[in-house]
């Protein structure tokens, strides 16, 4: 089964710092990869996904990943972070023949004025 | 506009009780998903169907049950036999592969009282 590791369940950035919140995953194809976010109380929203195009994906409100296949990795990242980037953040891996994802533990981001 | 709505956003329950949950979408989305949230355990898979009649266990499907009747609707029931209810319970649904992503609803929060 695949598996997702988020290293580092709580991130806290200056305003206007980079966000950098990390995401790896385990399999010998390269999957499908998906970066969500939740505010509270609320369901998850899609940030960005991989889906073998550009190995650089870019989402909204800013965000980007990039894809590395030899470090099994898919790190978000933000130039700039704003107040309202306060939230929970969640990676999820799929393989190419499955039909359910596998998220990751979550990561919370505090954006500190 | 399309989306998936859960209802209620908020239920108390007491022990002994079984309860259900709302779950439909007007995506036209084949596949539906019942996840559970609790903190610092990120998301956990309870069921999912991917066509009309048909439904398989996730990781956790002990003390739920779910019924698709319908391709709009995808109802969860927490049966007196879950032992810790209390949590964030989220719906999701897809189009066919996971290619797509996911849209998810806005949960139910159920507290046992």
């Known amino acids: 089964a695949q598996s997702v590791t988020q290293l580092g369940s709580h991130v806290s950035v200056s305003e206007g710092a980079l966000v950098l919140l990390r995401c790896n995953y385990s399999?010998?194809?390269?999957?499908?990869l998906f970066w969500y976010v939740q505010y509270p109380n609320q369901g998850l929203q899609l940030l960005l996904k991989y889906t073998s195009a550009a190995t650089l994906v870019k989402g909204i409100n800013g965000f980007e990943a990039e894809f590395k296949k030899s470090e099994t990795s898919f790190h978000l990242t933000k130039p700039s972070a704003h107040m309202s980037d306060a939230a929970e953040y969640f990676c999820?891996?799929?393989?190419?023949?499955?039909?359910?994802?596998?998220f990751g533990t979550g990561t919370s981001l505090t954006v500190i004025p | 506009d399309g989306g998936i709505t859960q209802s209620p956003k908020y239920l108390f329950r007491k022990e002994g009780q079984n309860v259900t949950l709302s779950c439909e979408q007007n995506l036209n989305h084949d596949a539906m998903y019942w996840y559970r949230q609790d903190p610092g355990q990120g998301l956990r898979l309870i069921y999912y169907s991917q066509i009309v009649n048909d439904f398989q266990k996730g990781d956790i499907a002990e003390g739920y049950s779910v019924s698709r009747e319908k391709k709009e609707s995808f109802p969860l029931t927490v049966t007196s036999a879950q032992k810790n209810p209390t949590a964030f319970y989220l719906c999701?649904?897809?189009?066919?592969?996971?290619?797509?992503?996911?849209?998810f609803g806005s949960g139910t929060r159920l507290t046992v009282v």
């Open positions: 399999s010998s194809v390269p999957p499908y």
């Open positions: 999820a891996v799929s393989d190419r023949a499955g039909n359910q994802f596998y």
């Open positions: 999701a649904s897809s189009q066919t592969g996971v290619f797509y992503g996911y849209t």
